[in-house]
């Protein structure tokens, strides 16, 4: 396992339709993150787990979109009655982390992401 | 306005050239400060961390934190086609938790 590792890397779908996407994090992190990168912009966050515990979610993350991460090791993204402005590169991180005054000060480890177009 | 400006406008520099990049922000709470590298289709890549203000130096990298300011430099000495890139600047106040990501510079260093 060298890296993180993100299922699938590319998801055409139509309007409407549902989708999940996958994301094996290095092993022995126990922190994992989502974000969306639309073109010619920078990484938005969405959300992020430390083990199978969700324990912050941005506003980006409508009642569409749903995260788990179930035993503490993959996560899932599901996308319900997908919309065009859903599509974007969907990006997850991991980092096990070295604290400082309680907060994950470890360094980010990115995966490759997984694009989504919706027609 | 958004919490972190960064002026998304391509670079194109000759091999060997100095790059310089800069991002604002509007959040006096940010404490913690990166760079990311993110080549096409691919994740970014930590580059630097820098916590608070100062400079940082790592190899052909140096990194400045200006809080007073509210602006962060990244310059890269002696650059190589390697280092052509998009380069994202990012920042938070609670380490890696939520970071605000700039737009990115992409940058072409030609041979």
């Known amino acids: 396992d060298t890296g993180v590792s993100q299922n699938p890397r590319h998801k055409i779908t139509k309007r409407g339709q549902n989708v999940t996407f996958r994301c094996d994090p290095i092993?022995?992190?126990?922190?994992l993150y989502w974000y969306r990168q639309t073109l010619g912009q920078g990484p938005e966050f969405l959300t992020y787990f430390q083990n199978e515990a969700q324990l912050e979610k941005s506003r980006l993350l409508s009642d569409r979109f749903s995260a788990e991460r179930p035993k503490g090791s993959f996560s899932t993204l599901e996308i319900q009655r997908t919309e065009q402005g859903d599509s974007a590169m969907y990006l997850c991180?991991?980092?096990?982390?070295?604290?400082?005054?309680?907060?994950?000060?470890?360094?980010?480890?990115f995966g490759e992401g997984s694009r989504l177009t919706v027609l | 306005q958004k919490e972190v400006e960064q002026d998304p406008g391509p670079l194109s520099v000759p091999e060997g050239a100095i790059v310089s990049l800069n991002c604002t922000y509007s959040?006096?709470?940010?404490?913690?400060f990166m760079w990311y590298r993110q080549y096409s289709r691919k994740g970014p890549e930590l580059l630097m961390y820098?916590?608070?203000?100062g400079n940082k130096e790592d190899g052909r990298f140096t990194a400045q934190v200006d809080k007073s300011s509210k602006y962060i430099s990244l310059f890269i000495r002696d650059s190589q086609p390697s280092d052509s890139a998009t380069y994202l600047c990012a920042m938070s106040d609670y380490g890696n938790n939520r970071l605000a990501f700039g737009k990115g510079n992409q940058v072409v260093v030609i041979p």
């Open positions: 959040n006096s709470a940010f404490q913690y």
């Open positions: 991180a991991s980092s096990f982390p070295r604290t400082s005054g309680g907060w994950d000060t470890g360094e980010l480890f």
């Open positions: 820098t916590y608070s203000s």
């Open positions: 092993s022995e992190h126990n922190r």
